[in-house]
C-alpha cells in the first residue's frame, strides 16, 4: 500500500508568479484535501475534492484553486503568488468509506515566495 | 467559528509520563484526532477518538475525552527521545469533514 507523495518537496518562486504543486493519493482513497501550514503555526484548511469537484472550502482567496483527476491525484494551484503564502502545503487523502475519516498526509511541498 | 488550543510548549525526562492537553469547541465534532510532526515531514496520525468514549488506550498512548469541558488529552507512558516532535490535537469539522487544527505543543524529551 503507497502513502501520500507530494512533488516537489522544495520550491522557491518569485513574488506574483504562479506556482502548481502535486499529489499522489493513497491507495483506495477517494478524496484529497490540501492545508497549509506556516511556521510555527497548525495546518490551515484550503480545500477538499472529491469526485474530481470541490467539495468545501477554508478561508483562501480564489487565486488558490484546485484539480482532482480520475484516479484520485491532486494539484494545488496558487496565481499571483504574494510573501505571506511561503509556508509548506500539505496534501491529504481519505476516504468516504472509512467511519472515522482517516486522513494520511504527504510530507510536503515547502514553497518559499521571494 | 471552530478554535482548538494546546500550550505550546513541554518538557518531561526521558523514562516519565507526558500529557498534553487541548480544548476544542465544536460540540458537533465526531472524531477527535492526535498527530505527530516531526522536524521537516509531514504529519503522523497517532490516534483517534470517537465522540461517545470517555478514553482510548493503544499501547503507550492513553487518549482521554471530556466532553462536558470540550477537553482532550494525550498521555504517552514511558516518554522515549524519539518522542520529541510537535504534536497536535485536531477535530472535524464543516460538510468536508476537515480537520480544524490547534497550534501545536512542542514536546522535548530530556536524557
Known amino acids: 500500500e503507497t502513502g501520500v507523495t507530494q512533488s516537489p518537496t522544495h520550491l522557491i518562486k518569485t513574488r506574483g508568479q504562479q506556482v502548481t504543486l502535486r499529489c499522489s493519493s493513497q491507495?483506495?482513497?477517494?478524496?484529497v484535501s490540501w492545508y497549509q501550514q506556516a511556521l510555527g503555526q497548525g495546518p490551515q484548511f484550503i480545500f477538499q475534492y472529491y469526485r474530481e469537484e470541490e467539495n468545501g472550502r477554508g478561508n483562501f482567496p480564489p487565486r488558490f484553486s484546485g484539480l482532482q483527476f480520475p484516479n484520485y491525484s491532486s494539484e494545488l494551484n496558487v496565481n499571483a503568488l504574494e510573501l505571506d503564502d511561503s509556508a509548506l502545503y500539505l496534501c491529504a487523502s481519505s476516504s468516504r468509506d472509512l467511519a472515522n475519516y482517516g486522513y494520511t498526509f504527504g510530507s510536503g511541498t515547502r514553497l518559499t515566495v521571494v | 467559528g471552530e478554535d482548538v488550543e494546546q500550550s505550546l510548549f513541554l518538557s518531561v525526562r526521558e523514562g516519565d509520563s507526558s500529557v498534553i492537553n487541548c480544548t476544542y469547541t465544536d460540540s458537533s465534532s465526531t472524531y477527535l484526532y492526535w498527530y505527530k510532526q516531526e522536524p521537516g515531514a509531514g504529519l503522523q496520525l497517532l490516534t483517534y477518538i470517537f465522540s461517545n468514549m470517555d478514553m482510548k488506550q493503544d499501547q503507550r498512548l492513553t487518549v482521554l475525552l471530556n466532553k462536558k469541558d470540550k477537553h482532550l488529552s494525550l498521555r504517552i507512558a514511558d516518554t522515549q527521545t524519539g518522542d520529541s516532535a510537535i504534536y497536535f490535537c485536531a477535530e472535524t469539522f464543516g460538510s468536508a469533514r476537515q480537520l480544524t487544527f490547534g497550534s501545536g505543543t512542542q514536546l522535548t524529551v530530556l536524557p
Open positions: 491507495s483506495g482513497h477517494n478524496t
